[in-house]
């Protein structure tokens, strides 16, 4: 959260993908930027979520409610766009160097998050932020470390091969327990 406060300003126009109760988007929102984008899918059936920190998971037990409480929470605000769409198709039509900060935290997949890096390199500005969630584990502020590290992410992966093929770096790691990346776009 803190890293975001650099970022984001009223002139920005930004995205998180990968929303679910959109508690981070408060986050965001509370920066009254220009333009928010809130992309998820909320797909009907059973979701299971952890904070921030990888602790506290709870269990969901239908998506298009979850979106019912989005839009509820976030719908009366003029510069909040909410987005019931997959990250890939929502910046697929994204126009190129529209936004100047995008937030990732869908699935921890490598082929998906690579995906995902590579289509907001066209969609954020030059100077702007990608950045995202899950890059590795804190074990201080992460209870349940030894269960998630068994988990399969290819988040870092992804990250540190993106960067190495745009020859851009990661600029900024967050301290909370998944830890948060941030990549200023060249």
Known sequence: VELIKEIVNQNSVCAELGVLLGE??????????????LVDTWDAGEIISA???????????????IFEHVKQKFGGLSNVEIIRSSS????????????????IDTYQDF??????????RLAVKPGGYICGHDF???????????????????????????CESNDLTIDFLGLDGCISYAIKNK
Do not use: M, W
């Open 111 to 120: 082929s998906l998050t690579l995906s995902e890096l590579t289509l907001s």
């Open 136 to 162: 590795d584990f804190n074990s201080p502020l992460c209870d349940n470390f030894q269960e998630n590290k068994k988990l399969e992410s290819g988040v870092s992966d992804a990250v540190n091969s993106f």
């Open 51 to 65: 904070d921030q920190n990888g602790n506290n998971f709870r269990q969901y037990k239908d998506g298009i409610q």
């Open 24 to 37: 981070f988007s408060e986050s965001i929102s509370n920066l009254t930027p220009q333009k928010l984008y």
């Open 88 to 103: 890939i198709d929502f910046l697929s039509r994204c126009p190129l160097d529209h936004l100047d900060f995008v937030y």
